[in-house]
């Protein structure tokens, strides 16, 4: 993989309009200090949403990457927001994330303590700002957003580590047929970047950008960029979005959203082992060696899932 950096501004420059909404195009841009005019930057940590979210039961994700198995979005428990917060806080090794909790529409209060940033990204989808808490350690495994948006995504608390890649790789690296997930485990790549380009020699070609976002700091991640995210610190962030108007990005998303997601939900709930096998079969540059290691077998013998493994 070949390493790039972001293109960096500060507050100032944007407001001054040295951030051209075409620059948003093609490359990830990381905005020092974005937040730090929101009251959220003052107010929000774990005991302020505690008190504003209370036990809102909300969906909780793992550390697993999805499987055969796995059913299309879904999380892998619900938990009472301030018991999780609680789990996160009390239990250093609690990995469990807080994913796509749509504030607009469970905690409006928490709307007074953000801007909608309509001068980067615009028109911002009002209905959508969504929240993303995980402990240490969580990791939100490499995928692109289904609906093609252009994504702000904003840290409040703690640190995270992004691996961004662009649309165009989607081939590079590994995407599976009908989702947005691709097949590489990408768990703490740098320290095994050579295993994995050995096993997947097309990430050789892949250019990434590597991002650290510290507290207050936005990226914009344009239309269709896949992201892998690792939580260095227990994290606070919100995200926000722009749907891309361009025809490609409506129709894409659209056909994502309704079509490739509908026939994938029905075919791994019905027909997993035939879909995985399928999806497996149909992967660009999946040599012998990667068919046989993610072809399932027919057979009846009972699969019991990593998350189900006590
Ligand atoms: O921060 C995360 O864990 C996930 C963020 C994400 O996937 C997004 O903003 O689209």
Wanted: no cysteine; charged share 25%.
């Amino acid at each position: 993989m070949f390493f790039h950096h972001p293109d960096i501004f500060t507050l100032e420059q944007v407001s001054d309009k040295k951030l051209e909404k075409n620059s948003v195009r093609n490359k990830p841009i990381v905005i020092k200090q974005f937040a730090k005019r929101w009251k959220a930057s003052e107010l929000w940590d774990f005991n302020y949403l505690k008190e504003k979210i209370k036990h809102f039961k909300v969906p909780v994700y793992n550390n697993f990457k999805s499987d055969a198995y796995t059913p299309v979005n879904t999380a892998d428990a619900y938990l009472p927001f301030d018991k999780y917060i609680d789990l996160i806080l009390q239990q250093p090794e609690y990995k469990w994330r807080l994913f796509l909790f749509n504030i607009y529409t469970h905690a409006p209060e928490l709307l007074k303590d953000i801007d909608y940033p309509n001068d980067l990204i615009s028109p911002i989808v009002k209905q959508a700002p969504m929240l993303f808490i995980g402990g240490k350690g969580s990791i939100t495994h490499m995928h692109f957003d289904i609906d093609m948006s252009t994504v702000l995504h904003v840290q409040i608390r703690g640190r995270k580590k992004f691996l961004l890649i662009g649309f165009q790789h989607q081939y590079d690296i590994y995407r599976k047929p009908f989702e947005v997930l691709a097949w590489p485990d990408f768990s703490h790549y740098s320290e095994r970047l050579e295993e994995l380009e050995r096993e997947f020699p097309k990430l050789k070609d892949v250019h990434a950008y590597e991002v650290i976002l510290e507290e207050n700091d936005a990226l914009i991640m344009p239309p269709g960029f896949w992201h892998h995210i690792e939580y260095i610190d227990n994290s606070i962030a919100i995200s926000m979005r722009s749907i891309n108007l361009s025809l490609s990005g409506v129709l894409r998303g659209v056909w994502y959203l309704t079509g490739m997601r509908w026939i994938d939900t029905i075919m791994k709930k019905y027909f997993p082992i035939y879909w995985n096998n399928f999806k497996v079969n149909h992967t660009k540059y999946f040599d012998n060696t990667l068919k046989k290691k993610y072809l399932l077998p027919h057979s009846r013998v009972q699969v019991i899932k990593p998350s189900e493994v006590n």
